[in-house]
């Protein structure tokens, strides 16, 4: 008898040890399912993760601008706008960040010109505003390319008498221009050194940089930029972490600034002192 209760009592022990190592791995699928999921949701939905362009109506007219159309050499129509400061035959470069359009940045884009004493001209990416097309790292960065040869064909535009000011996504950009070009100089307003190092900030969980195509990975060129940088960040930069555009800052082999945007967040506003920080800088060179 006491044999057979032994027995029983280990039988019921023996079940239930494997039910719990069912249990355990039908779990452990299912959370390895489900991250699997979320990492290829992530690869087919990064273009609509990283780029969020807004369409404007091709009627609609940018005030105080005029407008530019580019043919890419794929066919596809670029629309840039400019904004004239007639004393000047200096032009600056603005790429904007990875939201909304031209539309929005009118207001700044005059700010742009007046404050940096030249004219402003500046391109919407593929997708977004009156532009055609899907957006991309490298369309990005061969329509950029496109768009300097379209200035300096029609507009006069000589790259030594150029700022480039990228802002946010727009920072990558001129990164890439600057590594390549001879410009004057560049602004970088809360940029960063790679889209996986800010895609790790925001989706921690996720293999960001084993997986992501669009990476303009700034760091890796930084060394390369023999154009002076000025270059600030906001210590509240919710999208874009402060210490990220600080790194990226010590990664510049060239002359440069930092200035340093206190309690602002990603789309704080400049203020004046900004700008005359930025003209004491380039005096200073």
């Known amino acids: 008898m006491d044999t057979q209760r032994h027995s029983n009592g280990q039988h019921k022990t023996t079940t239930r040890s494997s039910r719990i190592r069912q249990y355990?791995?039908?779990?452990?699928?299912?959370?390895?399912?489900?991250?699997?999921?979320?990492?290829?949701?992530?690869?087919?939905?990064?273009?609509?993760?990283?780029?969020?362009?807004?369409?404007?109506?091709?009627?609609?007219?940018?005030?105080?601008?005029?407008?530019?159309?580019?043919?890419?050499?794929?066919?596809?129509?670029?629309?840039?706008?400019?904004?004239?400061?007639?004393?000047?035959?200096?032009?600056?470069?603005?790429?904007?960040?990875?939201?909304?359009?031209?539309?929005?940045?009118?207001?700044?884009?005059?700010?742009?010109?007046?404050?940096?004493?030249?004219?402003?001209?500046?391109?919407?990416?593929?997708?977004?505003?009156?532009?055609?097309?899907?957006?991309?790292?490298?369309?990005?960065?061969?329509?950029?390319?496109?768009?300097?040869?379209?200035?300096?064909?029609?507009?006069?535009?000589?790259t030594e008498q150029c700022y480039l000011v990228g802002r946010s996504l727009g920072g990558g950009v001129a990164m890439q221009l600057a590594s390549k070009h001879d410009f004057e100089a560049m602004i970088l307003i809360n940029t960063f050194t790679s889209l996986p190092d800010v895609a790790s900030e925001l989706y921690p969980f996720l293999p960001n940089h084993q997986i992501m195509r669009n990476r303009f990975d700034s760091l890796l060129v930084a060394n390369r930029i023999k154009i002076p940088v000025f270059q600030t960040h906001g210590t509240l930069d919710e999208i874009i972490p402060y210490q990220n555009g600080r790194i990226l800052y010590e990664g510049l082999n060239s002359p440069k600034a930092f200035w340093l945007h206190q309690n602002a967040s990603h789309n704080t506003a400049l203020p004046p002192e900004f700008f005359r920080a930025f003209n004491r800088f380039i005096d200073a060179l």
């Open 24 to 158: 355990f791995y039908r779990s452990l699928r299912i959370i390895c399912g489900v991250y699997i999921g979320l990492v290829l949701l992530a690869i087919v939905f990064e273009t609509d993760l990283v780029y969020h362009g807004t369409p404007t109506d091709s009627a609609y007219r940018h005030p105080g601008c005029e407008e530019h159309f580019i043919r890419s050499r794929d066919g596809v129509l670029l629309h840039a706008i400019s904004v004239d400061f007639p004393p000047s035959d200096k032009w600056a470069l603005f790429f904007h960040g990875n939201a909304g359009s031209l539309k929005h940045r009118v207001g700044f884009l005059k700010e742009l010109s007046f404050e940096l004493k030249r004219d402003v001209m500046a391109v919407d990416y593929r997708g977004f505003g009156k532009s055609e097309g899907l957006p991309s790292e490298s369309v990005l960065i061969s329509d950029a390319e496109e768009f300097i040869h379209y200035a300096k064909e029609q507009l006069g535009l000589r």
